[in-house]
């Protein structure tokens, strides 16, 4: 076997050590378009213009391509929150479970935000499965929230679950994104 190649094609041999790649514009598309399997490829593609040209380790990519995709998931989720809490100040007290249903996505909410904090830690530390693992708890709670608005009167709910639909992408880019990182790294 020869020397790492200096450009990532996403292809090495089995047994090759992927230690860096250097981005370009090819390397970014194949990236974002094939090898990491998200809805929006162009987040990625945004996310991959700032390190144009420049050689990166693994852990440098997962803070590179994640780091603004866990920045737009804890604004998302935040704003998502303060939904979640007008809705249930504005449903009236003479409707307990529609309460009960408001305030139990509330505390679900109140902690997707500190699991994506804590992914967020280890984002900028590197560690792509510890990021994984924050993240997928993040989104397992807000699929809870969603059954929980999906009784009835699910109409008053769609703004909400529009909210969480959103939210649910940013996170499972970042999820990508890890899952990626972990096939190269055991490659």
């Known amino acids: 076997m020869g020397p790492v190649p200096r ?3 996403g292809l ?11 981005v ?11 090898q990491i399997a998200t809805s929006n490829p162009s987040l990625c593609l945004n996310n991959l213009k700032s390190s144009k040209d420049k050689t990166l380790s693994p852990n440098s990519v997962a803070v590179l391509l994640g780091n603004s995709s866990m920045d ?4 998302r989720a935040n704003r998502t929150l303060v939904l979640i809490w007008a809705q249930y100040r504005a449903i009236s007290v003479h ?3 529609m309460r ?19 992914a967020k830690r280890f984002m ?20 809870s929230c969603n059954e929980e608005l999906m009784k009835p009167p699910r109409e008053q709910s769609v703004q909400v679950l529009e909210a969480n639909d959103k939210l649910k992408d940013l996170c ?12 190269e790294v055991m490659n």
């Not at 370009?24 to 094939?34: G, H």
């Not at 009960?100 to 804590?118: A, F, G, P, S």
Request: hydrophobic share 40%; with cysteine.
């Open 172 to 183: 499972n880019n970042i999820l990508a994104i890890c899952n990626k990182l972990e096939i």
């Open 12 to 22: 090495a041999p089995r047994g090759w050590p992927i230690k860096g790649f250097r």
């Open 7 to 9: 450009v990532f094609t």
């Open 124 to 143: 900028l530390a590197g560690i792509a499965r510890s990021v994984k693992n924050y993240v997928s708890v993040a989104v397992h709670q807000v699929n």
């Open 72 to 75: 737009m998931a804890l604004s």
């Open 100 to 118: 009960i249903m408001y305030y139990n996505c509330y505390l679900k909410y109140t902690d997707v935000m500190k699991q994506l904090r804590q």
């Open 95 to 97: 409707k307990p479970e």
């Open 24 to 34: 370009s514009r090819q390397n970014s598309m194949f990236l974002a378009t094939r």
